[in-house]
């Protein structure tokens, strides 16, 4: 059957000679995985098309299994993600919760639009970092694992200043705050942050300013909560790391 | 299995190969045991020395079974330019443009965010320790055009600004004998970006 679908290229994968696996999120379908063949080939019409990022319309014939490309249109390339190293390796983490943290046929159009918003985002020169951790809570939510922030999450206590506690999944009054030894004092302001990235739609993220500080504690919070409950090792994290430990000039 | 052991090692070594698949692996071992007894040593042969044979070439990187490689030595070359490409294939590609005169170097990957592949995992180092060695006055770099190519030339970019070199990336557009109507939007903008005067 043919299936016509909007669709973002979260990943590709060589296969064979000439031959792509793509990963896409898409909007009627959820993640789906398509082949497309020949796309490695210099004529290919597929080449710019399968690109990670990248946005269009995309024509594919499945029955079972894995489904074969069979005509695709950009709707937008994202070429300011491609020629930025930073922007590049933001969106490509982004890309990679997108694609680990959801099975085939997962996802919604609601999911899609933030992932679109986020990309373009990204290159749109907002602040990488705050947008990468409103998608890690969109994500986190759609998992089921939202951490609770309105409470302290051990007695229920609304009375601060509040402590994060990853193991646990939330904030800890300071009357809780010895039942997890690794918890993150939490100033006023990232508390505010974290609580307003549970609902903030990414389409509508405007111009923001946030402190190097409350930045580093917002990293270190969301860090630790993605490590104990997704538990994944991610690679483009880790590439971030890596070119955080050698900037360029 | 049905196969006597020597056919079914062969059959498990060729599936091991990218593409082939059992069924096909067991035809490659059933024609292997029809060949002549010499073909086949010749053929052993050359897998074990394509192992135990090659190393990389000291200078560029390249893969190569004399050190430094037939291109390192060549003194006819122009040694103001390196050209960096990924791979030892593009190398061959390139070598048969017959219009490159310069050196390369073989990176040997790419700078990779999806697969957090960073700097330290390709062969960068070689390049910058040529760079500060050598009378390099332009470096090319001709990896792929796309994300993970882009991002390596990028960062190589900015990593050897200080060494004041002429650093070019090789265009990108429509391939020869291609047609204008079946190309798609971002190749038309890099070739129309690219244009150059008649």
């Given at each position: 059957?043919?299936?016509?679908v909007q669709g973002?290229v979260?990943?590709?994968?060589?296969?064979?000679?000439g031959?792509?696996i793509?990963?896409?999120?898409?909007r009627?379908a959820?993640?789906v995985g398509v082949?497309?063949?020949g796309?490695?080939?210099v004529?290919?019409?597929?080449?710019?098309?399968t690109?990670?990022?990248t946005c269009?319309?995309?024509v594919?014939?499945?029955?079972?299994?894995?489904g074969?490309l069979s005509?695709a249109?950009?709707?937008y390339?994202?070429n300011g993600?491609h020629e930025d190293?930073?922007k590049s390796?933001y969106?490509?983490?982004?890309?990679e919760?997108?694609?680990r943290?959801?099975?085939?046929?997962?996802?919604s159009?609601a999911?899609?639009d933030?992932l679109a918003?986020a990309?373009a985002?990204i290159?749109?020169d907002?602040?990488?970092?705050?947008?990468v951790?409103?998608?890690?809570?969109?994500?986190?939510?759609?998992?089921g694992?939202?951490?609770?922030?309105?409470e302290?999450?051990?007695c229920?206590s609304r009375?601060?200043?509040?402590?994060?506690?990853?193991?646990?999944?939330?904030t800890?009054c300071?009357?809780?705050?010895?039942k997890?030894a690794?918890?993150?004092?939490?100033?006023e302001?990232?508390l505010?942050l974290?609580r307003?990235?549970t609902?903030?739609?990414i389409?509508?993220l405007g111009?923001?300013t946030?402190?190097?500080?409350t930045?580093?504690v917002?990293?270190?919070?969301?860090?630790a909560?993605?490590?104990?409950?997704?538990g994944?090792?991610w690679?483009a994290?880790?590439f971030?790391d890596?070119?955080?430990?050698?900037p360029?000039s | 299995?049905?196969y006597?052991e020597?056919?079914s090692?062969?059959i498990?070594?060729?599936?091991r190969?990218?593409?082939?698949?059992p069924?096909?692996?067991?035809?490659?071992a059933?024609?292997?045991l029809?060949?002549k007894?010499?073909d086949v040593?010749d053929?052993?042969k050359?897998?074990?020395n394509?192992?135990?044979?090659?190393?990389?070439c000291?200078?560029?990187c390249?893969i190569?079974?004399i050190?430094?490689?037939?291109i390192?030595?060549d003194?006819?070359?122009?040694?103001?330019?390196?050209c960096?490409?990924?791979e030892?294939?593009?190398?061959v590609?390139?070598e048969?443009t017959?219009?490159f005169q310069g050196?390369?170097?073989?990176?040997?990957?790419?700078?990779s965010?999806?697969?957090g592949?960073g700097p330290d995992?390709?062969h960068i180092p070689e390049l910058?320790k040529r760079l500060s060695?050598e009378?390099?006055?332009e470096?090319?770099?001709?990896?792929?055009?796309?994300?993970?190519?882009?991002?390596t030339a990028?960062?190589l970019?900015?990593?050897?600004k200080?060494?004041g070199?002429?650093?070019?990336?090789i265009?990108?557009g429509l391939?020869?004998?291609?047609d204008l109507e079946?190309?798609d939007?971002?190749?038309?903008?890099k070739a129309?970006?690219g244009?150059?005067?008649?």
């Amino acid at each position: 059957m043919l299936y016509t679908v909007q669709g973002i290229v979260l990943r590709t994968t060589d296969y064979g000679e000439g031959n792509k696996i793509l990963r896409l999120l898409t909007r009627e379908a959820g993640k789906v995985g398509v082949m497309a063949r020949g796309a490695k080939k210099v004529k290919s019409r597929f080449g710019a098309a399968t690109q990670p990022f990248t946005c269009g319309e995309y024509v594919y014939f499945k029955s079972s299994g894995l489904g074969t490309l069979s005509s695709a249109e950009i709707t937008y390339a994202h070429n300011g993600l491609h020629e930025d190293l930073m922007k590049s390796a933001y969106a490509s983490y982004v890309a990679e919760m997108a694609d680990r943290m959801l099975e085939d046929g997962e996802g919604s159009a609601a999911l899609y639009d933030q992932l679109a918003a986020a990309l373009a985002a990204i290159e749109d020169d907002k602040d990488a970092q705050i947008v990468v951790h409103i998608f890690e809570m969109q994500m986190l939510k759609m998992a089921g694992y939202a951490p609770i922030l309105e409470e302290c999450v051990s007695c229920g206590s609304r009375t601060g200043p509040f402590a994060f506690s990853a193991q646990l999944g939330g904030t800890l009054c300071p009357l809780c705050l010895h039942k997890d030894a690794q918890g993150i004092a939490l100033p006023e302001g990232a508390l505010k942050l974290l609580r307003l990235f549970t609902g903030v739609d990414i389409r509508r993220l405007g111009a923001t300013t946030v402190k190097s500080e409350t930045k580093a504690v917002l990293k270190q919070c969301m860090r630790a909560y993605m490590d104990a409950h997704i538990g994944i090792a991610w690679k483009a994290r880790h590439f971030l790391d890596q070119m955080e430990k050698y900037p360029l000039s | 299995m049905f196969y006597p052991e020597p056919i079914s090692r062969l059959i498990d070594a060729f599936s091991r190969l990218p593409g082939v698949g059992p069924k096909t692996a067991g035809r490659l071992a059933f024609h292997v045991l029809r060949m002549k007894e010499d073909d086949v040593l010749d053929f052993a042969k050359a897998l074990v020395n394509v192992k135990r044979g090659l190393h990389y070439c000291s200078v560029c990187c390249n893969i190569t079974d004399i050190d430094p490689c037939r291109i390192c030595q060549d003194k006819s070359r122009d040694r103001s330019v390196i050209c960096v490409v990924q791979e030892p294939k593009d190398l061959v590609a390139m070598e048969r443009t017959k219009e490159f005169q310069g050196y390369y170097h073989v990176l040997h990957g790419a700078i990779s965010p999806m697969e957090g592949i960073g700097p330290d995992q390709i062969h960068i180092p070689e390049l910058l320790k040529r760079l500060s060695d050598e009378s390099v006055q332009e470096l090319i770099l001709a990896t792929n055009p796309n994300v993970e190519g882009e991002a390596t030339a990028m960062y190589l970019s900015r990593l050897v600004k200080g060494f004041g070199l002429k650093v070019t990336r090789i265009a990108h557009g429509l391939p020869v004998g291609g047609d204008l109507e079946y190309a798609d939007e971002v190749t038309l903008t890099k070739a129309l970006e690219g244009r150059r005067e008649l």
